[in-house]
């Protein structure tokens, strides 16, 4: 199916980028990237808006990677993120599609780390700086040149980094950086705050907006759950053990996912095969018949291959990965409810990925109700109404076939033939958990949260004062967390989101580690994660907001 592959191969780009990018399981370019990269290349500053997980990070990586100069060991690219995390991620993925580019060098700068090595690897010929705004402040602070080769700026989530107040921040790095640049935006959103960056600080922008249209969905029972990234593949075998499916195809993003998933189907003794954009064309047509005839019951694709799969035989339909648009999330769980059939469609949804669901449901007007994971209990009553399932036909005649084999083996073993039944169901369940305690063993519990839970947490980070005052009683805490004290508070000119920001920069921690911040007129309480909170608080030792020491302490209220 080389086909696929033209999408990235028809950009422009240098083969050494299309080649990385093919070789990290990408095969067709997301539409922010389709339309952004011609336009970077083009060198033409630009305002990209999309949602989360749109594939923003390629859209404006690829380009710039085609742009710089290897043979020039100075900056040449800055990329500003708003948590250290975020701008992790950003170096990773430059680092992934530079693969082949020999000569390329990232660094990330962020918070929380010495500052020494973090200057001396820009100066020592990184092209590409990845950097949190406050951190980068701190080294514009003590080396105001350190900028003056950058040529390529991008914002990324631009509206999250205003959210945590980086404004001031952004100011001091665009005057630092040589007025002929060409400067690039991603936001999810355009609140007047940006649009007005925007006509600062770029020149005649194109606008590349990625917007849904509004689509129908047939009846499908639609249903998704909270999980982590890395918990995937463990809450799609708990899923799989109480879904009562016939076929199931599973959607993921990368060649590599549909490999990986398939395999650990496959080692849990699922009929199940991956559907890629590498395998060949009769390969796929054999998986298709497979899956139509029942010898194969789960199928895990990508978008491209999967086109044109029409099997009446699926029932589910499982979003691994998130689609990129809503258009494409209608596509897929169109495979299931064919010929009148009833069809089911799951949706794994990670924290980052919270508002694609938000626009999947406001496009196609429906609600997706959340559902729990199974709890041991489900899984072991659907293991035991499976084995019910599987002997019933046998009752009806076995005992006139084997009756007498039975009475034999009972009178040889000199056992009750309640003991010979428990030891062949033993051996015909091979080992499979059918009890509570050891399934419970066996299924390390995956946590989840619901999203309402989430919502108000980041609601009230985002929205602090109110109503503070009045509650002066202490609220529970959540397992695992603590609060801890600042004597910093309102009258400080502190605002929940400044002390947010500094604790997700210099912290490194993620944003849904922290709970509730409360900020009070002479202090403030956070809520932190109590694993690793002695690491936590003396990373933000020397942290300093609205100019002053933070100086972090563990709470106990007695
Ligand atoms: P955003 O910045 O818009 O939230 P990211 O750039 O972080 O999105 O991408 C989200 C995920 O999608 C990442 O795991 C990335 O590797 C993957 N991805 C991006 N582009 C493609 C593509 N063309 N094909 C397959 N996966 C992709
Ligand atoms: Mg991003």
Redesign the pocket.
Known sequence: MTQETGG?AALDLNPNIVAA?LA???????A??QQSIPIILAGHDMIGQ??????????FALPILNKIDVSKREPQALILAPTRELAL?VAT?FETYAKQMPGVNVVAVYGGAPMGPQLRAIRNGAQIVVATPGRLCDHLRRDEKVLSTVQYLVL??ADEMLKLGFMDDLEVIFKAIPESRQTVL?SATLPSSIRSIAERHLREPKHVKIQSKTQTVTAIDQAHLMVHADQKIPAVLRLLEVEEFDALIAFV??KQATLDLASALEAKGYKAAALNGDIAQNQRERVIDSLKDGRLDIVVA?DVAARGLDVPRITHVFNV?MPYDPESYVHRIGRTGRAGREGRALLLVTP?ERRMLQVIERVTGQKVAEARLPNAQAVLDARIKKLTNSLAPLVADAEASHGDLLDRLTEALGCSPRALASALLRKATNGQALDLASVEREQPLVPTYTPRERGERTERAERPDRGDRERRAPMPLAEGRVRCRTALGARDGIAAKNLLGAILNEGGLARDAIGRIQVRDSFSLIELPEEGLERLLSKLKDTRVAGKQLKLRRYRED
């Open positions: 990235f990018v990290t399981g990408y095969e067709e370019p997301s922010i990237q999309a949602q989360t997980g749109t594939g923003k990070t390629a859209a991620q993925a990324d989530e991603f993003r990368t990508t990965d980052r």
